[in-house]
């Protein structure tokens, strides 16, 4: 990599895929600068002339991850599809998988920001966006008569609140419930806020 010359953005985002990879692999507390530098042979320097300290580095990072992850969700709810198929595909698709290495980082960073108020500036924002996409869904589905929900905001707050705590059940206590069980557990609690029986939500497929 050291003899390929990039433009500041390409060699900024080179250096955030490696914090991100750097993270997963060891985590906040441990990550050190050089462990990103090596990890792509350039110097510590050049890492710390892109984002000046590890707390901004692994700030950029956690942002960097989540925005790819708002894309794809922001991607999953602008389908030309119904609101409650868009819903569905979008919380499942959120749920965490036995080969997702995305919830072991996102729980990293819920650690690492009870510490850093950089990264828990970012992490609430972050939050915020999720919580708005899917609200703004819940309330165009309700404003169509599609389902009944009085209050969008706070069914998005609890559908994310509750996904994120299985999502601890699925990655950090592994066996404690099963990936199918959870899903059912999200289903039923969709089908609660959109005022659905859980059948209706089911035969609306991905």
């Keep these: ?53 590890k707390e901004k580095l692994v700030a950029a990072a956690f942002a960097y991850a989540a925005d790819g992850d708002l894309v794809r969700l922001r991607a999953l709810l602008a389908r030309r599809t119904s609101a409650t198929r868009r819903l569905r595909a979008a919380l499942r698709w959120y749920a965490p998988t036995d080969r997702s290495q995305g919830w072991p980082l996102w729980i990293e960073s819920w650690a690492a920001a009870l510490r850093e ?69 999200v289903d039923d609690a969709l089908a609660r806020e959109l005022g659905l029986e859980p059948a209706e939500l089911r035969a609306h497929r991905r």
């Design 117 to 185: 108020p950089g990264l828990r500036e970012v992490a609430r924002g972050l939050d915020r966006q999720w919580k708005a996409a899917i609200a703004g869904v819940i309330a165009e589905g309700a404003e169509s008569g599609e389902f009944r929900c009085p209050d969008p905001a706070a069914a998005a707050l609890r559908l994310t609140a509750l996904l994120d705590g299985l999502a601890v059940q699925l990655t950090s206590y592994r066996g404690t419930v099963s990936r199918a069980r959870a899903l059912r557990w």
């Design 1 to 53: 990599m050291t003899g390929v010359r990039l433009t500041v953005a390409a060699r900024r985002e080179e250096l955030l895929r490696a914090a991100v990879g750097q993270i997963a692999a060891r985590g906040v507390t441990a990550l050190r600068i050089s462990d990103v530098a090596s990890a792509l042979g350039v110097s510590n320097a050049l890492v710390l002339y892109h984002f000046a300290t």
